[in-house]
């Protein structure tokens, strides 16, 4: 007697892009080479598992802001989560403090330009309160076609 049986296919999401799940949690020292530690962890945890190379440096960028307010507005560790679900990436900073982010009307040499600067590289943000701290996530798909879209450049004629 044979028995066989049906591999259902994988899960996909809405872009039909299969729904496998990669998660990372690392719990950052408070310091100044922080930001770029996590930038580093970032860049090698989406390389490992396959990010498009088209979105890694917007990933990254958005890592390096949460992480770099995270540090700046508590001066204490923090812990910073990737969960990749099916083309969409969510990228959560938690730490001790408990204002949320604020959008600065005036951005200038203090600061102010982070929460624009995520979302205009397709980010959605959403602030998450807790016991003695919060988390801050930012959320995006990695799907080539997905965040701004540049204007190609003009060459101008030269006479």
Not at 80 to 108: C, F, N, Q, Y
Request: some cysteine.
């Amino acid at each position: 007697m044979t028995v066989t049986t049906a591999t259902p296919a994988p899960p996909t999401d809405v872009n039909h892009s299969p729904v496998t799940d990669h998660h990372l949690a690392v719990a950052l020292p408070y310091g100044l080479h922080t930001p770029q530690v996590a930038r580093q962890i970032t860049a090698r945890w989406l390389a490992a598992h396959g990010a498009p190379a088209s979105r890694m440096c917007n990933v990254v960028l958005i890592v390096s802001e949460l992480v770099t307010n995270a540090i700046r507005h508590t001066h204490e560790p923090c812990t910073l989560k990737l969960t990749w679900h099916g083309s969409r990436l969510d990228i959560a900073v938690a730490d001790h403090g408990e204002t949320p982010p604020e959008r600065s009307s005036t951005p200038g040499e203090r600061g102010g330009f982070g929460l624009p600067l995520i979302e205009g590289l397709g980010g959605r943000i959403k602030t998450v309160p807790a016991l003695g701290g919060k988390t801050v996530h930012a959320t995006l798909t990695l799907t080539p076609s997905s965040g701004p879209h540049r204007a190609p450049p003009t060459t101008a004629s030269v006479r």
